[in-house]
């Protein structure tokens, strides 16, 4: 039998709009819930213009001008990604058979399989296992994301960057808002802060470590696998010190705002490391201290998880969130959306069977279907961000929710216009065929007074 092809397939920029930018990126994942930008090469400009007011007076004769428009804006930089993709002939025909099938094909058309052929079968395959990427990295994508070790609540970062969710300017939505919010350009107000109130708080790790004895040589410390060294200097507290001088702020900085930690020196030779988020850990390992010198450990709190939302928790935060929505943003009330844990979901249900037994935490939309609601706005109930949390980020703000305008969030794409930007060819020696697709991504959003969020 022929190989399923020996050339490289061709495709119209007809094909790569419908077959690929529309599974990839324009599908009912995200749909409701970003506006979606197709055609970003570099950096986009997000406008923001803000609305006059005060522009009314007694009317007089000639022309006095009142009020004044404020143009400000912020850019999005969209990070170069690719998806390689190879496939051994026989073993598709073996695997796909039933697709080929109830796309009109036979078996004796794969001697041929023409260029729409693997058009119907091959790009969707491939939008889809992007598609599962996306859906991931659109919230949760860090530049400084590590790959995890360890099973909660002590799974912990490793010094590696992790390839699947590390990229150069690539951040989700949740890595965006979180960094703003410890940067206070989303205000604190617009923050329901889900604690021991509301949900049985977590318990952050915490590493005290003392040195002493040492006379010379290089004190070793390793934390979250990288080790941070310094040679000793007069005595043991300056050496010790010198060590948190060089090393601290290092440390501080390199995390994600979930796995942050802290690093306080005493004076005395002794450091404390501490998780900056409750159920947050790291690893830490007293590695060498020098000539003569001893590491003694004097406290060594291990990290818990945060606990289940408390009865009736769920209605409460998303109560605070409606609460909390700036005046400026007053008007976009009646448009904005619930996007939560599967656990706040599962909580709020839970309460709704209690008190009322009833349909009430519905509405019921023209094709019947009946999707969760509360004061009448809509809950999108996001079950992949509980996964991810746990196994991206040791499960540290376990349950979260965002109250915003569907079209505040965005995602940019250049959503591989260029036919370069899909390849295909057979690799004679290996028998494979092999797919290579080309795009650019990145999420941001346009105003920070139209965020609320709970974590």
Do not use: C
């Not at 850019?75 to 109830?102: C, H, M, P, R, W």
């Not at 041929?112 to 599962?132: C, E, G, H, R, V």
């Amino acid at each position: 039998m022929a190989n399923l092809t020996t050339h490289s397939l061709s495709f119209t920029k007809q094909d790569i709009k419908q077959l690929w930018i529309d599974l990839a990126f324009l599908g009912d994942d995200i749909q409701n819930e970003m506006d979606v930008l197709t055609n970003i090469k570099g950096t986009q400009t997000l406008n923001k213009i803000s609305r006059p007011t005060n522009v009314t007076r007694v009317s007089a004769v000639g022309f006095s001008a009142a009020g004044s428009i404020l143009l400000t804006n912020t850019s999005i930089t969209v990070d170069a990604l690719k998806a390689e993709i190879e496939q051994n002939g026989e073993a598709f025909v073996a695997s796909i058979y039933e697709s080929l099938l109830a796309n009109g094909y036979n078996l004796d058309d794969v001697e041929k399989m023409s260029n729409s052929m693997f058009t119907k079968i091959i790009i969707p395959l491939i939008a889809d296992a992007i598609k599962q990427d996306k859906v991931r990295q659109m919230y949760f994508a860090d530049p400084l994301k590590e790959v995890m070790s360890g099973t909660v609540p002590a799974s912990n970062p490793t010094s590696v960057l992790d390839v699947n969710n590390s990229f150069t300017n690539y951040k989700g939505v949740w890595t965006n808002m979180l960094n703003d919010y410890a940067a206070s350009t989303i205000a604190s107000a617009q923050r329901v802060d889900v604690t021991n109130a509301l949900a049985t708080d977590g318990v952050a790790r915490v590493w005290k470590v003392t040195l002493s004895g040492m006379s010379a040589a290089t004190l070793i410390i390793t934390i979250n696998g990288t080790a941070y060294s310094q040679i000793f200097h007069t005595d043991i507290a300056t050496t010790v010190t010198d060590w948190h001088t060089s090393h601290a702020a290092t440390i501080a900085a390199r995390h994600s705002y979930e796995q942050k930690l802290t690093v306080a020196d005493d004076l005395s030779a002794a450091l404390t490391f501490t998780a900056t988020h409750a159920g947050a850990s790291f690893s830490a390992a007293a590695t060498n201290a020098g000539t003569g010198g001893t590491l003694t450990v004097n406290t060594n709190t291990a990290a818990t998880r945060q606990g289940a939302l408390a009865s009736a928790s769920a209605s409460a935060i998303m109560n605070s969130l409606i609460d909390a929505i700036p005046t400026v943003a007053l008007d976009f009330e009646k448009d904005m959306k619930f996007y939560v844990t599967r656990t706040m979901a599962r909580n709020y249900l839970a309460e709704m069977k209690t008190t009322s037994n009833s349909d009430s935490a519905y509405m019921t939309t023209q094709e019947g279907l009946k999707k969760l609601q509360y004061e009448g706005h809509e809950i999108i109930v996001k079950s992949e961000w509980d996964a991810n949390i746990k196994a991206l980020h040791n499960d540290v703000y376990r349950h979260r929710a965002i109250l915003t305008v569907s079209k505040n969030l965005v995602l940019a794409t250049d959503g591989a216009q260029d036919d370069k930007a899909i390849q295909s060819w057979y690799n004679i020696d290996e028998e494979m065929h092999r797919y290579r697709v080309k795009y650019r991504i990145n999420t941001g959003y346009r105003h920070s007074e139209l965020l609320l969020i709970a974590f």
